[in-house]
């Protein structure tokens, strides 16, 4: 049997060498929040935090303690408005991105 990378060291290198895959997978991140898929949505911005900007730096911007924020940022994470707000304008500072939302009617 070959042995290959664990999944989140390959994404998060991914994420660190491709700003275009950071920027799409933030996106998905906001998508799957918006669409009620919140265990989704946390875990990429998860892993965007571990790959671009560390848990350290998100604290000192966010105002918010750093083992909450690994809390918040679980798959059972369970983040205020204001706070996920905080986190996910962070992240789009470090990527220099801001998504564009279409509604869509249902």
């Known amino acids: ?6 999944y989140k060291a390959t994404v998060q290198a991914r994420i660190k060498r491709d700003p275009a895959f950071a920027k799409a997978l933030y996106a998905e991140a906001l998508d799957a ?10 875990s990429i911005l998860r892993d965007l935090v571990h790959a671009e900007i ?3 730096e998100l604290a000192r911007q966010t ?3 750093e083992k909450s924020l690994h809390r918040i940022l679980s798959t ?3 983040p205020t408005a204001r706070t996920l707000a905080k986190i996910v304008a962070a992240i789009r500072e470090d990527l220099g991105y801001v998504p564009h939302v279409k509604v869509a009617m249902a």
Do not use: H
């Open 1 to 6: 049997m070959a042995l290959t990378r664990e």
């Open 33 to 42: 929040i918006l669409d009620g898929e919140t265990a989704e949505g946390l």
């Open 54 to 56: 560390t848990f350290k």
């Open 63 to 65: 105002g918010c303690n």
């Open 76 to 78: 059972d994470g369970n």
